[in-house]
């Protein structure tokens, strides 16, 4: 594609054109420029783009997209000296384009480059800290069920009409714009109409989403969690805000208070609010508990939910109202909840038959403990024990609040290892003790977390529950700068099995 095409509507200044406007590939990875390359230089979290124009150069680009022109040592300007002067020197034949953000250029970029394909299809964006995953589940069986080809990003990979799309991203939750650009391509290719996908903080902060129009914008809660990257509440809940920027639709939860500041930043209009202990216009009523799940009324109309955990009735209102946005019929709805499946890694309950619960699950900030713990007690005759950790490299002041939780709602807690990264495990662990500690809850520390796990089930006895919380459906343990390939469920299975 020619480069004046990729650049169409894209403010810029082009301060070099080169011998060719023929561009083959887009990449912000130096490491992944191949001859006749756009090298895109994103400023990240440890590393600059524009310290490796010169490798890219080097390795065939024949464009690059900068942010800024500082002269002198680390700058990028041509004449006054820095990163690109030995490869201008020798290559005046490379575009050079200058942009004010170029995480938010390249999310134009992209899309121009794959022909626009977001422009034929219908979103559905799911924010929050926890259910986020499970609601776009949630969604994307809801209108599956009512006749629609759907497809689902998010943690999880993405699917079409939920079947694996053979697209690995490298982003844990919502790709980067020149992989999800690249998955809508495939999916309209594959004609898909409807695109439910996670949009997370960090998405909304870094311009994954931008130049994206949501049919409808879902706020799931609000707790605490990434204010590594966010450092404060405030700057984390204007994060998730921006997605209603972008929404045509709002589906809110409003028994979470920072609900208003989404409402606020929406506009009001249109929007449905849904809840259980509120009024709102979807508020679930006269629950009842079965053995599989839950029945309960909204607005007159009875729910059959075959799903354990009572926030997963929140997820399944949100659910419910974004479908009624969309304008599907409530007989489809209703007949589609009542068939709804799980979610791997989400209260996954491992098969046994020695009448005990065991539980993998993803829960891994203090509300999403706060969640899963009595839920599993409301279907548990005996002891909940609860097996968790935190992560390494993320934010340390939840730790302790995650322990005094875990300890207050268990009757005995493991604490271990989750993805330690290249912090020490056991640093990690005493962080988390500090709040396990304030509370008579007896408790005990297992580093290794296969080990942990062989000694939770150990200890089980009949009608107990063990929930392994933290990773879900991850298969993988980051420690160090390595990912060694570990499988909460796998390993609870084998020991049970065992």
Known sequence: ???????????????????????????????????????????????DGHEFIDTAVKAGAVAIMVEDFGGGSGGVNPEEGGWVDEAFATNASVSIIRVKNTRQAMAYVAANFHGNPAEKLRFIGVTGTNGKTTTTYFIEEILRGCGRSTGLIGTVGA????????????????????????????????????????????????????????????????????????????NYRLAKAKLFTQSNFAVLNVDDESTPVMLDIHGHDPYLTYSIESHSDMQAVDIQYQSQGFEFNVNDEKFTLPINGRFNIYNTLAAIGSAKALGLP??????????LSGVPGRIQSVPNNRNVHVLVDYAHSPDGLAN????????????????????????????????????????????????????????????????????????EICENRKTAIQRGIAMLKSGDALIIAGKGHEDYQEIGTEKIHFSDFECAEAFLKD
């Open 1 to 47: 594609m020619k480069l004046s095409e990729i650049l169409k509507d894209v403010p810029h200044e082009m301060v070099q054109m080169g011998a060719t406007e023929e561009i083959l590939s887009i990449t912000l990875d130096s490491r992944d420029v191949k001859a006749g390359s756009l090298f895109v230089c994103i400023r990240g979290l440890t590393t």
């Open 159 to 234: 699917k079409v009409n939920n079947k694996p799309l053979d697209i690995a991203f490298t982003t844990s939750t919502t790709p980067d714009p020149l992989e999800l650009h690249s998955i809508f391509a495939k999916m309209v290719e594959m004609g898909v109409q409807d695109v439910v996908m996670e949009v997370s903080s960090h998405a909304l902060a870094l311009y994954k989403v931008e130049g994206l129009t949501f049919n409808v914008g879902v706020f799931t809660n609000l707790t605490q969690d990434h204010l590594d990257f966010h450092g404060t509440m405030d």
């Open 330 to 339: 409530m007989d489809g709805i209703r007949a589609a909840v009542a068939q």
């Open 372 to 443: 899963i713990i009595p839920s599993v007690r409301d279907f548990t005759t005996g002891r909940v024990i609860t097996l968790f950790g935190c992560g390494g490299d993320r934010d340390k002041t939840k730790r302790p609040i995650m322990g005094e939780i875990a300890a207050k709602l268990s009757d005995y807690c493991i604490l271990t290892s989750d993805n330690p990264r290249t912090e020490d495990p056991l640093t990690i662990l005493a962080e988390i003790e500090v709040g396990t500690k304030a509370t008579n809850t007896p408790y």
